[in-house]
């Protein structure tokens, strides 16, 4: 089990561009959670996806929007970009009802 | 409010010598508490919740509901402990398993 996998690694984008970025949870796992992380600060927590619907989200604003597939990956686009949200993305996944998370190695989005 | 305070940005200590990395919290309610730690070049990892009250690489984390603390304590820091450390708070009455972490201390252990 390959764990949490994320694409791409690393992208650029240009200011009110829109971005997807794709994770593949761990096996057996079935919720997904997003997380933006900006330098020197603690992943903040986006939204989580489970049963394919969004369970739960964070202060973030429309413009930060997912999808979760039948096979548990998901996805996670923002649209009309702003310089701020250059930031590490975080994707994580756990058991439906369960805090334990296991994460990705992230997607680094610089938008310039 | 939910919230996570970590007071220290970075803390220095020598091998051998105890370390102890702060906590506090804000919830309204019966929280759950971990640390999660991220190594370099690794990806961010859970290394011990309050419920487990168990000892991980000899880190152990006490919850203080009374001072709403749940600080990390080592007796021996190693230098392989060096690393990014992060409190986080997990709220079981926002109707999911949403987790809200502090801004992280990283740790140094010196030679």
């Known amino acids: 089990d390959a764990g949490v996998t994320q694409s791409p690694t690393h992208l650029i984008k240009t200011r009110g561009q829109q971005v997807t970025l794709r994770c593949s949870p761990k096996?057996?796992?079935?919720?997904v959670s997003w997380y933006q992380q900006a330098l020197g600060q603690g992943p903040q927590f986006i939204f989580q996806?489970?049963?394919?619907?969004?369970?739960q989200r964070g202060n973030f604003p429309d413009r930060f929007s997912g999808h979760q597939f039948p096979n548990y990956s998901s996805e996670l686009n923002v649209n009309a970009l702003l310089l701020g949200d250059s930031a590490l993305y975080l994707c994580?996944?756990?058991?439906?009802?369960?805090?334990?998370?296991?994460f990705g190695p992230g997607t680094r989005l610089t938008v310039t | 409010a939910q919230r996570v305070t970590q007071p220290e940005k970075l803390l220095s200590v020598f091998k051998g010598a105890p370390v102890e990395l702060k906590c506090n919290y804000s919830?309204?309610?019966?929280?759950?508490l971990f640390w999660y730690v991220q190594y370099s070049r690794q990806r961010l990892q859970l290394l011990l919740r309050?419920?487990s009250r168990e000892s991980i690489k000899g880190f152990t984390a006490d919850l203080n509901k009374g001072e709403t603390s749940f600080h990390l304590k080592k007796p021996f820091a190693q230098e392989e402990d060096s690393a990014m450390y992060y409190c986080?708070?997990?709220?079981?009455?926002?109707?999911?398993?949403?987790?809200?972490f502090g801004a992280g201390t990283r740790l140094f252990v010196k030679a």
């Open positions: 986080a708070l997990g709220a079981p009455n926002t109707g999911g398993f949403k987790t809200i």
């Open positions: 996806y489970y049963e394919e619907e969004e369970r």
């Open positions: 994580a996944s756990s058991p439906g009802h369960s805090y334990e998370q296991y």
């Open positions: 309050h419920i």
């Open positions: 096996s057996g796992h079935d919720t």
């Open positions: 919830y309204s309610g019966s929280p759950e």
